[in-house]
């Protein structure tokens, strides 16, 4: 739920279609509701900002890497357009060079 809500936000605010005053506060009442994530805090707000940076509309790629670039490690993946972009991030590897 997290990730499919921050995307779609993000990917509205990327399209223009909502302001980007409009998204922090849907992000404001997603944070806010009363259900416990599972996840580092600030992964969204580093994927928004990845996700920018690479001009993405949406995060869901940009949450992988944000959560490396968080946990300081490697990211293992066969999706050949995330190894190039990310591996402006974050050292993202196929499995061949495992």
């Known amino acids: ?3 499919e809500a921050s995307s779609v936000m993000h990917e509205l605010r990327w399209r223009k279609e909502i302001s980007g005053e409009l998204a922090s506060i849907a992000l404001d009442r997603l ?3 009363d259900v416990s994530p599972r996840r ?3 992964l969204i ?3 928004w900002r990845i996700a920018d940076r690479l001009g ?9 890497l944000a959560l490396a ?3 300081k490690c490697r990211l293992l993946t ?3 357009k995330l190894k190039t972009s990310g591996s402006t991030i ?4 196929g499995p061949a060079e495992l």
């Open 1 to 3: 739920m997290w990730s």
């Open 31 to 33: 944070a806010a509701a």
């Open 40 to 42: 580092p805090k600030g």
């Open 45 to 47: 707000d580093e994927a």
């Open 56 to 64: 993405w509309a949406k995060t869901y790629d940009a949450e992988y």
């Open 69 to 71: 670039w968080m946990l």
């Open 78 to 80: 066969t999706d050949a």
């Open 90 to 93: 974050v050292q993202v590897i």
